[in-house]
């Protein structure tokens, strides 16, 4: 029997990175796993290569209208929800000098509200002892240059999440933030498009404790714990999986 076994999970964000090898986790550890992402290609390939026990749904999170209709497919499916990972979300290096309204509006959208709306559209279909884990990032604790709309939205996500751990604590729910540092994902990669810049961005994020970047799957096992029955006692946390980069 797996960690998971019985339950149902949502993974928003699911096609590639984080969201692929939380899913997979998940999947492994024995639940039954709904996937989104923005294109249903990539839905349905990332769903395929996952295997039986996982649906794609298309979905944006910046969209009410495609999370009503996500939630009414997990509807239909009766078992309701245990577990959702609010992982969508991305951001790009943008200077304080360059921030348009623009850039800092679709940033909230995607990161913020993607995530207020995924767990407000989620709420009547948690099962008791449910728990929801929020996508956090170590950018909200650093003063990282050109990376402030990204980290300012990630610092509201982390207190979105104190919040609803007591607003929901009643109701037998739980809610932690996973906050990953440096992570080897396409999201990663790509903040840089120069693959010389790129390497030397790498390597500077590699400068931890443990001197090397992470990979998804070390973080998707941090978010099966918080997840699972394991972490019962555990609400409004904060789990870092950065080696070290915030801590020491």
């Known amino acids: 029997m797996g960690q998971l076994e019985g339950k149902t999970a ?29 294109t249903q290609q990539r839905v349905d390939d990332a769903a395929a290569s996952l295997g039986g026990g996982v649906v794609g749904v298309a979905s944006d999170v910046t969209s009410v209208e495609d999370l009503d209709r996500l939630m009414d497919v997990i509807r239909a499916s009766g078992a309701g929800l245990d577990i959702v990972f609010a992982n969508a979300g991305s951001g790009e290096y943008v200077t304080l000098q360059d921030e348009t309204p623009e850039h800092l509006i679709d940033t909230f959208n995607r990161n913020v509200g993607g995530t207020v709306f995924t767990v407000q559209k989620a709420l009547p279909l948690l099962n008791p002892g449910a728990s929801i884990v929020l996508a956090g990032s170590t950018a909200a604790g650093r003063g990282m240059p050109a990376f402030g709309a990204y980290a300012a939205a990630k610092a509201a996500i982390r207190s979105f999440g104190r919040t609803w751990a007591t607003e929901l604590g009643d109701r037998g729910f739980r809610v932690n933030t996973i906050v990953p540092g440096p992570i080897l ?37 941090a978010v099966v714990f918080l997840a699972s029955d394991a972490s019962s006692f555990m609400t409004g946390s904060e789990v870092y999986v950065d080696g070290g980069t915030n801590q020491v």
């Open 10 to 38: 949502l993974v928003t964000g699911g096609t590639s990175g984080i969201g692929y090898a939380t899913a997979q986790a998940f999947a492994d550890a024995g639940a039954k796993v709904f996937l989104t992402g923005r």
């Open 185 to 221: 994902t396409p999201g990663l990669t790509e903040l840089e498009p120069d693959p010389d810049q790129r390497q030397a961005m790498l390597d500077n994020l590699a400068s931890n404790p443990m001197k090397r970047i992470g990979n998804p799957e070390e973080l998707a096992a």
